[in-house]
């Protein structure tokens, strides 16, 4: 199964601004991001860190890192903003 993944911020110098990641069975954001942060050679942390949405919804409104994918979902990951 295969999700599509956008990342913005630092992220996306590591990743790309978009690519299709092939899952295997029972996947899941933890395994996901996982999976990534081996790709980026860096941990990808959502706590205090990377906001994660699935279809447009916030993971930490699903099941958290255990928010099981599908194929053909859309990730979105979003670096903490700053500035005023």
Known sequence: MRVRVLVFGELSTRLGWSLDVEMGEAPTIRGLLKLLSDR?????????????????????????????????????????????
């Open 40 to 84: 980026a050679g860096a941990s990808i942390r959502v706590d205090g860190g990377v906001t994660v949405l699935v279809n447009g919804r916030n993971v930490n409104l699903l099941g958290g890192l255990d928010t099981e994918l599908r194929d053909g979902d859309l990730v979105v990951l979003l670096p903490p903003l700053s500035g005023g």
